[in-house]
């Protein structure tokens, strides 16, 4: 097996922000994502969805809150103009303004000893903040096969942070190692959150007031319908989200959905697959069709969550 050394920093040019400012943003927020915004402190961030009224994921952000009056949303720079779109519908009376921020910052991600480097703590928790001086934050990411990770958000123009460069493409494996699903167009609105385990990763606030689709993901949660969850796999062959995933002994009915994927360093690919529980006894799984690349299940990087 070939061994992978991730570690350095990398431009993420794949992503943007929406700026969201004023008195109500982090409140007009709470109540149209799946994550408490009105309580979100300036040593956190927040994974969160943004959800259609039958509880369809349409959008996936990082959010911090550096200002009491201010709200970054990271997301898939892909889907940034139609959710900032539907967001800015809702705002009405709320005093808050939502901007396509994305030029006025630099997005970087960090791996192994570049955290470190930058005055990070590597054993940090996934959604902890850390500001670096006024305008810089940094954001704990989940780790990929065990290296630390985190995401820097500072205003443009700022100095690259210290490391050595690290290919943009094995940010990206990374990324799916990592086992966190980031929304991109080939599958919005494929999924509820827990389709893509957000309520396993800090993504879903169950105790927190309604929002679009909150009646749906709430039913899917207590009442043990969850029938589809997200499986990190390698694959033989390359593979894109938004591909249909097949069974063994049956190749006209799919069986799940292709979220993410991203070429692996030592070959082959590897991909986050939302599929059947019921299709891992199944087993035989393909990618785009009964006879695609094979898909191998491997261990996810933290526990899934039992239906309650």
Known sequence: MTTVVLNGVTTLSHLGVIRAEGPDAASFLHGQLTQDFALLGATEARLAA????????????????????????VCSRDILAATLKRLSMYVLRAKAKLTDATEQF?????????????????TALPGQRTAIGEDISA??????????????????????????????????????????????TPVVEAFVPQMINYESVGGVNFKKGCYPGQEIVARSQFRGTLKRRTYLVQ????????????????????????????????????A??????????????????????????EPLPYPLLEDI
């Not at 943004?50 to 949303?73: D, M, N, W, Y």
Request: charged fraction near 10%; include cysteine; glycine fraction near 14%.
């Open 50 to 73: 943004l959800c259609t009224a039958k509880g369809r994921v349409i959008a996936s952000f990082v959010g911090i809150r550096p200002q009491p009056e201010l709200v970054l949303l």
């Open 139 to 184: 954001v704990s990411l989940y780790p990929a096969d065990g290296v630390p990770r985190a995401m820097w958000i500072a205003p443009a123009g700022s100095p690259v942070p210290a490391g050595p460069a690290l290919d943009a493409e094995l940010w990206q494996w990374s990324e799916v190692r990592s086992g966190i699903v980031t929304l991109t």
């Open 272 to 297: 986050l697959i939302s599929i059947q529980i019921s299709a891992l006894e199944t087993g035989g799984l393909h990618a785009g069709s009964a006879g695609g690349p094979t898909l191998t299940i």
């Open 106 to 122: 630099a997005l970087y991600g960090l791996a192994g000893t570049a955290l470190a480097a930058n005055g990070l703590d590597a």
């Open 235 to 270: 694959a033989d062959g390359p593979v894109s989200a938004g591909q249909e995933v097949f069974a063994a002994g049956d190749a006209e009915q799919p069986v799940g959905t292709v979220a993410q994927a991203a070429p692996a360093p030592g070959g082959g690919w590897a």
